[in-house]
């Protein structure tokens, strides 16, 4: 329990504020619409966290986030454009500087600078064996041999710490969500974003040779280190980002010794902060999810990545045939990751790279 000093005009009081009791609470605080009450819980946190090196991010304005001061050291992960130079302007919006914004989508998640001026996003994993699951696939993921390979596009664990009965992980802060990719103020190509979605796939395919089934592999859960924007200087990019795949709360992990038969999964997907809530799960449903059934919950990662890109035409009939069939209904008929893998490959490989280096189309939302 802690206590925590609230101040209302001349009176001071002292109420006593309890972390979370689990994930659900975490995520969404009850009766907490100005985010006032996150605020308070990561603020009893704060001093175990600089007592391991840690600064939070300042809360700029409700639920955004800016660093402790405008000094910025590159950790690897986040990479600004230069054509844009180092302010916004009413030319566009400058990377550099979205680099020093986050934006708290709910209280799971608190931006941090480490010691050595590196950011990072610390994230509650688990509470006591809530979540414990999360934990393990990300060790799965991020630690021994695994960690190394070139198409693991999982994101890294810096370090995990526990206190009390919460399990926090410590990731790097990624530069920007595939999210923004297109449709909105980044002049991406047809080029940077097939290269984008074939690192998306390939992230797929490798946590399924693994044994891992995301189950919310919707494009917002995809980070990428910058946006190329070759279409803002009209030339092919020559450095490439590199995609990673967060959030892992509703994976599942098949260990080897399981019949591919039995890799299966029933209801709606859940795990960590996600309830097993049908009418509370506001992701889109594909057609094996609306009954009781079994069903392949890699298969289910391969249409949640390609519906999520519904909006995204290439004009390119061998690239968005290869999108729209990773979109089959009939679960049984649609494409593995790898073989949407080697089909996407296969077609751009064919093209010339110039004949990319031109902008998408993106359906105007109903």
């Known amino acids: ?94 990377s550099y500087e979205k680099l020093l914004e986050y934006q708290r989508v709910n ?56 206190y009390q009965d919460v399990t926090f992980g410590i990731v790097p802060k990624i530069g920007f969500s595939m999210f923004g990719a297109y449709g909105l103020w980044a002049e991406n190509s047809v080029g940077d974003l097939v290269d984008m979605i074939m690192q998306c796939i390939e992230a797929l395919d490798f946590i399924h040779y693994v044994g891992v089934a995301h189950k919310d592999a919707f494009k917002d859960n995809f980070l990428v280190q910058f946006y190329p ?64 059934a079994p069903y392949d919950p890699f298969k289910l990662d391969v249409w949640q990545l390609a519906i999520s890109f519904v909006d995204l035409t290439t004009t390119i009939p061998s690239i968005d045939s290869v999108m729209e069939a990773m979109r089959c209904p009939e679960a049984s008929s649609r494409m593995s990751s790898r073989e949407a893998l080697a089909k996407l490959v296969e077609a751009v490989a064919l093209l010339p790279p110039q004949s990319l280096l031109i902008p998408p189309v993106v359906a105007v939302p109903k």
Not at 17 to 26: Q, R
Not at 113 to 121: K, S
Not at 238 to 263: G, K, Q
Request: glycine share 8%.
């Open 107 to 162: 209280a799971l998640c608190w931006p941090a600078r480490a010691a050595d001026g590196r950011d990072v996003v610390i994230r509650v994993l688990a509470v006591g064996s809530h979540g414990r699951s999360h934990v393990e696939i990300l060790k799965l993921l991020s630690r021994n041999h695994y960690s190394v390979i070139d198409r693991n596009h999982a994101i890294p664990v810096l370090e995990i710490l526990d």
């Open 1 to 94: 329990m802690l206590t925590v000093l609230r101040t209302t005009g001349d009176n001071q009081r002292e109420e006593c504020l309890k972390l979370p009791a689990d994930l659900f609470v975490w995520r969404t605080p009850e009766n907490d619409p100005t985010g006032e009450l996150e605020e308070s819980i990561w603020h009893e946190l704060r001093c175990f966290f600089e007592s391991r090196g840690y600064t939070y991010w300042a809360v700029a304005w409700h639920r955004l986030h800016g660093p402790p001061d405008k000094k910025i050291v590159c950790n690897g992960f986040g990479y600004a454009s230069l054509q844009r130079g180092w302010k916004s302007d009413t030319t566009g919006v400058s």
């Open 229 to 292: 924007e070759s279409l803002s200087h009209n030339r092919i990019a020559i450095t490439r980002p590199r995609v990673y795949l967060n959030d892992f709360e509703t994976a599942v992990y098949f260990p080897p010794e399981v019949p591919v038969e039995n890799r299966v999964c029933v209801g709606i997907p859940s795990g960590g902060s996600w309830r097993a809530d049908a009418k509370e799960y506001g992701r889109i449903k594909p057609p094996e999810l609306l009954s009781d």
